[in-house]
């Protein structure tokens, strides 16, 4: 080969080398952040790029232990996004929605696997006692702690809401079962009893906050008062009601349990039956350009559409309301303004999942 011609190959390699290096930051900010924390290759997370997105996380880790809600830690930090989180370790509490505290956790826990660094494991023993601090007397979890105070502040209900509870119950559940994604940080046998106690208290609080109607258990709202345990107002359009969407993580956390006492096989069936009652066949949602020339939802009729369920049925009445900002229950879809319409998910097909899986969880049952 010519010389001019191997200055040519080794200038192209050069420039794809220095291509990939410049990409690869934007590559990864691409992605979201549950993904980096807990999808990336096992040995990525002992890199260079996973220590500098490490101290992202180890700086915004509030000094109670948890973290803030939607941060994409993964991202480089602004001089003023550091000068945030430094300002505000010791203010404000921290929260479980959107999958926080429990995201980041999982995330420590891969960084000490591969590094062996002190400093996150102790990072992740102050965010697993942040979920036994946080843990009220009856099992239940609030979405933020310390919980916050004021007539209009929901943040303090025990809540299912996005599946808030059950992630963290889950997690615990992986603690004290000795998931091996937590085996490196070799936890004490004393923090993984503490972890099975606070994880059994939770499904205390489960069955006991179940919405019970004439006798019989059904599901559960998105969020209940901490202290009355009854189905509780969040945001203006969330009022208290039957849940289509947070019973079904709820149930599928039940049904994943060894050995299930009399209560959470009751507890399962009946929310199963009042799933299966309050499907909705018939209808599908469709996009179309409004009037005004937006994007738009309405519902349409359709024999062959897949099964829906409401996310919120009536206390009272049993059936799926709707509601605009400002709490007004609505009982047809078309009847909400465009921006609640089209900006939150009314109907589900969650539940589906569930009935497919309960058929097979009643032949272990009767099998064990």
């Known amino acids: 080969m010519k010389i ?24 990864l900010s691409s992605k979201s952040w549950p993904f980096v924390a807990t999808k990336m290759p096992a040995e990525w997370y002992g890199s260079a790029e996973a220590k500098s997105v490490a101290e992202n996380v180890l700086m915004a880790q509030k000094e109670i232990g948890g973290w803030e809600k939607n941060k994409p830690y993964h991202h480089a930090f602004t001089e003023s996004e550091k000068s945030h989180y430094l300002e505000t370790k010791n203010e404000v509490g921290a929260t479980f ?8 956790l999982k995330f420590l826990a891969r960084m000490y696997a591969q590094t062996k660094e002190a400093n996150y ?31 209009t502040s929901y943040s ?29 940080l070799d ?14 208290k939770g499904v205390d609080c489960i069955l006991k906050t179940q919405i019970v109607v004439k006798g019989k258990p059904t599901v559960w709202c998105a969020q209940h008062d901490e202290v009355t345990l009854a189905p509780a107002n969040a945001r203006s359009y969330e009022l208290a009601s039957f849940s289509g969407a947070e019973s079904v993580g709820i149930v599928l956390l039940l049904m994943e349990l060894n050995h299930p006492s009399k209560e959470i096989i009751a507890s399962v069936e009946g929310a199963v039956k009042w799933i299966e009652t309050h499907k909705i ?12 020339g937006l994007k738009d939802l309405e519902v349409v009729k359709d024999e062959s559409a897949p099964s829906l369920w409401a996310r919120f049925y009536d206390l009272e009445t049993g059936k799926p309301y709707f509601c605009d ?29 569930l009935l497919k899986k309960h058929p097979e969880w009643k032949k272990n049952l009767a099998e064990n």
């Open 325 to 353: 900002r400002d709490g007004i229950k609505k009982e047809t879809f078309a009847e909400m303004g465009h921006n609640r319409r089209n900006g939150y998910d009314w109907y589900i097909e969650a539940p589906e999942k």
């Open 121 to 151: 494991k102790l990072a992740f023993e102050k965010g697993l006692n942040y979920i036994f601090i946080s843990q009220y007397g009856n099992g239940g979890w609030p979405q933020f702690f310390p919980v916050r105070k004021g007539s």
């Open 281 to 292: 066949e018939g209808i599908r949602l469709k996009s179309f350009v409004n009037s005004d």
């Open 4 to 27: 001019g011609t191997l200055i040519t190959v080794f200038a192209c390699v050069l420039t794809t080398n220095m291509t990939f290096a410049q990409e690869k930051p934007s590559d």
């Open 156 to 184: 303090g209900h025990i809540t299912y809401n996005d599946n808030a509870m059950v992630n963290t119950m889950r997690f615990l559940k992986e603690i004290y079962s000795d998931d091996k994604a937590f085996s490196a």
């Open 97 to 104: 929605d959107n999958g926080s505290t429990i995201t980041e």
């Open 187 to 200: 936890l004490k046998k004393e923090v993984k009893v503490k972890a099975q106690r606070a994880f059994d």
